[in-house]
């Protein structure tokens, strides 16, 4: 059997099986003790040196800011703006910290009863004694892994996603937040709090070193989609595929929309878009699209399948690119693998090997077709030889 039918420790010992049966996207669960001995991958420094380089996204949320309460300023941040906050009631939240530093990013392995593709960013918020972002409801499903110091969790119950939140602050804090019974604990490094979306909770630090890392989750909403996947649908037909009525009954009354009429339209609807085939092409390419426009950067000077071949026989391992996305699907019409937003069509065998994030060495190219879509996603900036990096480790 998969591993997936052990009890994992991560889970509070329940099987991933029984997790994703009995409280994925429908109960919390507090899990004691789940990454035992936890020692956080990254310092607070770090953190704060992060939310000030450019291009990374970080928020500063002040409970008594200088221009008035619940005060949310966005980087990058200097020096100068650590130094004036207070000792206390104030949150520093970095976004895609798993973007930046691989230790955090392999945090993501613990999750791998989950589809990668399904999972988003680590965002990681540090907090002095009484910091928090207020009472609120998140419409994703999170992970609240305690890293170091000590956070007080409290849950309310689920609610509707238009329950009432206060007005004139740049968050959204429910005006009212009643705590459930049992449902108020302090977190330790190494506790975690699965929370589905939609349950209110409030999470207050307790120290002076609070660091609690949110693992995240991507679900495209209804209106999201039906969108994306139209425009997906729309790049792909021909004008002459149209509204049309050959062989209908003489008009009954002027001006009236008939049934008949409207069923028509209603079937060119539903016959173009209920396509399975183009539902998975949209899916996987929307699933992967990189969470920042600018993430992936393409090459400025393109390899050449030769050179790549040679770099790669030189011992140099190709790495997959900090938050690039891939995903693959195998169905009737042959194998795609999904990167960064593109699909590209190929075998089966290089398709896995590719959308696990292992290094990828020379015995990789014995894959059929694998010399050259290693190529093009070295080309495109999804895949790099680490050396090429120069020293961008350093920064921070």
């Known amino acids: 059997m998969s591993h997936h039918d052990k009890p994992l420790t991560l889970l509070g010992d329940l099987t991933a099986a029984d997790f994703l049966a009995n409280y994925w996207q429908q109960k919390p669960l507090l899990i004691r003790g789940a990454i035992p001995d936890f020692i956080s991958p990254i310092e607070a420094d770090e953190l704060a040196g992060l939310a000030c380089e450019p291009g990374v996204e970080a928020r500063l949320v002040e409970e008594a800011g200088p221009d008035g309460p619940w005060q949310v300023s966005h980087g990058p941040f200097d020096e100068a703006t650590f130094k004036r906050l207070p000792e206390e009631n104030w949150s520093l939240l970095v976004q895609a910290v798993d973007h930046y530093v691989p230790s955090v990013a392999a945090l993501l392995d613990e999750f791998d009863f989950l589809p990668r593709w399904r999972l988003d960013d680590v965002m990681i918020s540090y907090a002095p004694p009484g910091g928090n972002v207020g009472a609120h409801i998140d419409q994703y499903d999170v992970f609240l892994l305690q890293a ?43 506790d975690m709090l699965y929370l589905p979306p939609g349950w209110a909770h409030h999470g207050v630090s307790q120290s002076d070193d609070c660091m609690t890392i949110s693992v995240g989750f991507r679900a495209p909403s209804a209106d999201e989609a039906i969108t994306s996947y139209a425009d997906y649908l729309g790049e792909q037909l021909p004008a002459s595929q149209r509204y049309s009525d050959a062989g ?149």
């Open 248 to 396: 209908m009954a003489p008009a009954q009354q002027v001006g009236e929309l008939d049934d008949a009429a409207v069923e028509r339209m209603r079937q060119l609807i539903v016959s173009t878009l209920d396509n399975p085939a183009q539902v998975a092409q949209w899916f996987g390419r929307v699933m992967t699209q990189p969470k920042y426009v600018d993430q992936v950067v393409p090459l400025e000077t393109p390899l050449n399948e030769a050179a790549l071949v040679a770099q790669l026989q030189d011992g140099e391992p190709l790495y997959h690119m900090p938050g690039s996305r891939f995903a693959w699907r195998s169905d009737a019409s042959g194998t795609t693998l999904f990167v960064d937003g593109d699909g590209h069509a190929c075998s089966p065998e290089l398709a896995k090997r590719l959308a696990d994030t292992t290094p990828l060495y020379p015995e990789d190219l014995e894959l059929e077709g694998a010399a050259a879509l290693l190529t093009q996603l070295v080309n495109t900036g999804s895949l790099g030889f680490m050396s090429d990096e120069g020293d961008d480790d350093e920064e921070y």
């Open 148 to 190: 170091s110091g000590l956070r007080r969790w409290q849950l309310g119950g689920k609610l509707a996603e238009d329950a009432p939140i206060i007005q004139g602050i740049d968050l959204r804090i429910l005006q009212e937040f009643t705590v459930e019974p049992d449902s108020d604990w302090v977190l330790e490094p190494g």
